[in-house]
């Protein structure tokens, strides 16, 4: 229960960013779907999220992608969620299984890093290279 006391103090302003990124990740979507479905960049979804206020137009695109109105971004609340989810489960162990079971399989992301990992030295190899032949 002090889990669920602190997700509710924290999301008592309304902080239209952390309200996008929160609907976004209950939506399993990470910030690189949101901004090609934008049209914008990760950095730009990033800083959209970070932002506090966000203009109506600009809101409304995201709702869009998000599958949801304006209003529910504007209306939404860890507390709702929490509130349903509380009401839903009456053993705590749907619950505990949802809280211990990650949406996505770790092995993909170790891999992903990885493979972002191996790109890296790949691009600083071609960039020594590129030195040494000037010389």
């Known amino acids: 229960m002090f889990i669920f006391e602190i997700m509710s103090t924290a999301t008592k302003t309304s902080h239209i960013g952390r309200k996008i990124s929160r609907i976004r990740e209950l939506r399993g979507m990470k910030q690189e779907a949101l901004a090609a479905e934008l049209g914008v960049s ?22 869009k992608v998000l599958g949801v109105s304006k209003e529910a971004i504007k209306n939404f609340s860890e507390d ?16 505990n299984a949802i809280l211990n079971n990650p949406t996505f399989n770790p092995i993909d ?6 493979e972002r990992l191996l790109e890296a030295e790949k691009e600083k190899v071609a960039y020594l290279e590129k030195l040494l032949n000037k010389k």
């Open 42 to 63: 990760q950095q730009s979804v990033s800083s959209l999220e970070q932002s506090e206020h966000v203009e109506d137009e600009k809101l409304e695109k995201v709702a």
């Open 80 to 95: 709702n969620i929490l509130n349903i989810i509380s009401n839903s489960f009456h053993d705590n162990s749907a619950l």
């Open 109 to 114: 992301k170790v891999v992903e890093l990885y």
